[in-house]
């Protein structure tokens, strides 16, 4: 099944000061080989820069930042794992469970029934 | 022994209270913390005094070094004021005399500090008729353009040249250099000088000293010279007054790594033939000499284009240092024939004698040797004044050795960088970009302390721009 997923880089340089006004490219792969680009994000002032995107099977995530004159360049990985889908199976009842409530349903109709004759 | 019982064993051998009036020794003294301004202003001053030629000239290089080690007093510059008015010039041109070739005056390219006083002039505003920069770069474009290529010697007044091989680095790179200095002494006129430095000396080079996968000696002989380091000083210097571009700068990458470190140790620059020397060796297949100025413009380059190799020339650094052979600084003192292990102390070449002024420069080597980067590295800013850096290797004011004080300061680009002088090697992680003095303990196995004495100046020449390190982390949640 199909699942939106929203990517989050954040840019900060090496004291942990969020950099705002830089570009962050997103890409994914499903074999950590060839990458497509979904598309690029401005950071914001805390540094953050988002994109989306849909997929239905185990993807890998790179964000990159190029460098400018000012700072280094950067990227990160993320991996977005889908487990394979186990068979729905109904809890078993146990059989005294199944007996206890023939039983109640045996009284209830004999007390209906003797209810009836008085 | 640990690196620091050398480095502490050769500079006890030498003479600090004789400067023997060599830009060596008062150069590398100053680096090692023995000399300050004031042994400049003695230099400058007994230079002039000769009224000779080569004192001026002398003289004009103690005053470049000054500069280059941040030293500055009003002293100074009215010594300086007395070399700039007194230094001849080749006819009524704008180009010194500075050297004597076949008993005629010429302009030698290698420069001895010359060409950095067109900006003294300037900024002293002493004698500028003479030091006119603009009138300079094209008066020696003139001789240049009828030898279609660089020259050693050349005669503004006749334009005359005297050409001794057409070499990558003597005629070709040091003709660069000439152009790119006059280029920053007056960047707003003198455009000129950078594009004839860049569309015409570069390009040359390019089209006639390529050989595959380096650059050769001349277009003759494709051998590995020991000029190499100070080649890619130029070139680097020259990209980066570019703007930080330059045509064919993937070949000076390529250069670096085939010099020194595709193969370890045994990568040409190190070696003769097939013999390992752990130092640069003055020409692969032709001259077994070893040359301890050219092992330290070498490790120079390779700590300052460090930071910009890939992580695999990154490693190939990092075991020269420190790795399974034995550290460079070991390898360097016991096999180059560069360091008399019995008096400690160091020789210009293999086949020399031992000095003082050496020596002083063997224990600055040491002290690069002593530096392992890791993802921290030396930010080195690239200075070539005079040929060879001789007189004066490229390290300005960011860099000091202080053995008595068991400190050292140095330019780092921030992470983690690795010490050696000790026993056991030390590491320290640098936060930010800066200057930093680092004090070791009495063993210099740890750091006592590390403080941030200043900023790098973004504005001097380096292999790469100084930036910032960034971090980038990414998250992935379901909407």
Known sequence: MAV????????????????????????????????????????????????????DRTTYYKAEFAGDPEYDASSATAEYTVSAPSPAAAPPVPVWLVLLVLLLLLGVVALTEERRRI | MALKDVIGAALATINWADTGHSTFKVYHGAVLGKYGVTTFESEINYHNGLGTKD??????????????????????????????????????????????????????????????????????????????????????????????????????????????????????????????????????????????????????????????????????DSGYECEGPFFAIVAARLRALNGYTLANWDRVITDVKSRFLNNGWDSPQWTYGTTRYYAVVHHHTANSQRRLMNTIGAWTVLHAFYRVLDPTSQAAIQNLLNGPAGPAWQLLINNSGLFDSTANRFRWTSDGTTNDDATAAGCVLLFLLGIVPQDGSLLVPLHEFNYECRGGSTLNRYFLFNYDARTI????????????????????????????????????????????????????????????PTKLTLTVTPL
């Open chain 2, 55 to 220: 004192g001026y000239k002398l003289a004009a290089l103690f005053r470049t070094l000054a500069d280059l080690r941040g030293l500055s007093s009003s002293t100074l510059d009215s010594y300086t004021a007395i070399t700039l008015q007194n230094t001849p010039f080749l006819g009524a041109t704008h180009v010194p005399d500075n050297d004597t070739y076949n008993n005629k005056s010429y302009f030698c390219t290698y420069r001895y500090g010359q060409c950095y006083m067109y900006s003294v002039a300037k900024k002293l505003g002493v004698a500028t008729d003479k030091w006119n920069s603009n009138l300079a770069w094209q008066e020696i474009k003139s001789v240049l353009d009828i030898a279609g290529h660089g020259v050693l010697f050349l005669n503004t007044s006749d334009n005359t040249y005297v050409d001794l091989g057409n070499r990558l680095y003597d005629e070709n790179a040091q003709s660069i250099s000439v152009m790119i200095e006059l280029y920053e002494a007056d960047k707003a006129n003198n455009a000129g000088a950078l594009a004839y430095a860049r569309d015409t000396l570069w390009a040359y080079v390019n089209n006639n000293l390529w050989f595959t996968d380096h650059y050769g000696y001349n277009p003759g």
């Open chain 1, 4 to 55: 939106t997923l929203k990517l989050t880089a954040t840019l900060t340089d090496i004291n942990g000061t969020p950099l705002s006004g830089k570009t962050i490219s997103f890409y994914y792969s499903y074999d950590k080989s060839t990458w497509t680009l979904i598309g690029s994000a401005t950071t914001d002032a805390n540094g953050q820069a988002y994109v989306t995107h849909t997929t």
């Open chain 2, 409 to 468: 300061r140095i330019p780092v680009k921030a992470g983690t960088i690795q010490f050696i002088y000790g026993t056991s090697p030390v590491s320290y992680t640098f936060p930010a970009n800066g200057v930093y003095e680092i004090t070791f303990s009495s063993d210099w196995n740890s750091i006592t302390s590390v403080s941030k004495v200043g900023d790098v100046d973004p504005t001097l020449t380096y292999v790469d721009p100084v930036r910032t």
